[in-house]
């Protein structure tokens, strides 16, 4: 009876063993070939891989930031002094940012990437500003993508403190607001009743 009992414990014991080795090991192979490995089961069932879908996302949101640049340039060369551009951001989500500098517009993917992300394109254009209630240039360096696309306005000590800011979106009929020859990008921190008479660049 002991012997019967004592060869059921050290079996179990062994079975315990084999099972807690297994784990450790494939435990190992999911962290260096997890994803391949995920993506060869995708793939045997006739499933779109997590790499296929990201591939397609960057494509499409390359394809809208080449539209982008077309919208821009089309609005940068219109004859009006003053007018109202209808840009297209919203093809964008949150893996991804634009950003501005006095000679670039850059899209950049941040999605699982460290630090500031990867640049995939860019253009020639100088938009890094947007206008004030006053109509008055503000510098702008980064415009984010959510639900909807914004800019964050930092608030001194504020955010630095609590990472808070202002957030204004872009809700008016146009993105872009030409006056004067200056280019600068329009968001809801301008009143709607200022812009009510704005017209479309021609």
Same mark, same amino acid.
Request: with cysteine; charged share 25%.
């Given at each position: ?37 995920? &993506? ?29 640049? &077309? ?44 630090? &500031? ?73 301008? &009143? ?11």
């Amino acid at each position: 009876m002991k012997k019967g009992s004592s060869f059921s414990v050290g079996s179990m014991a062994k079975i315990i063993l084999i099972v807690l080795v297994l784990f450790v090991i494939l435990t190992a192979i999911n962290g260096l070939y997890g994803q391949v490995f995920t &993506d060869g089961i995708k793939k045997f069932l006739g499933e779109q891989t997590d790499s296929e879908i990201t591939h397609e996302k960057n494509l499409k949101a390359e394809n809208s930031f080449e539209n982008l640049e &077309d919208e821009i340039k089309k609005c940068q060369t219109s004859k009006e002094n003053s007018c109202g551009c209808m840009i297209n951001l919203n093809e964008l989500d949150s893996n991804y940012r634009i950003e501005l500098t006095e000679k670039e517009t850059k899209l950049i993917n941040i999605k699982n990437q460290k630090g &500031d992300g990867i640049q995939m394109s860019s253009f020639d254009a100088s938009l890094n500003c947007y206008w004030g209630d006053n109509f008055k240039g503000i510098p702008l360096e980064t415009i984010y993508f959510e639900d909807k696309p914004f800019i964050f306005k930092k608030i001194g000590i504020w955010t630095s403190i609590t990472g808070r800011g202002n957030r204004y979106y872009f809700t008016h009929k146009f993105n872009l607001l030409k006056i004067n020859n200056k280019l600068c990008w329009l968001a809801d921190n301008v &009143d709607e009743n200022k812009i009510i008479s704005i017209q479309e660049c021609k």
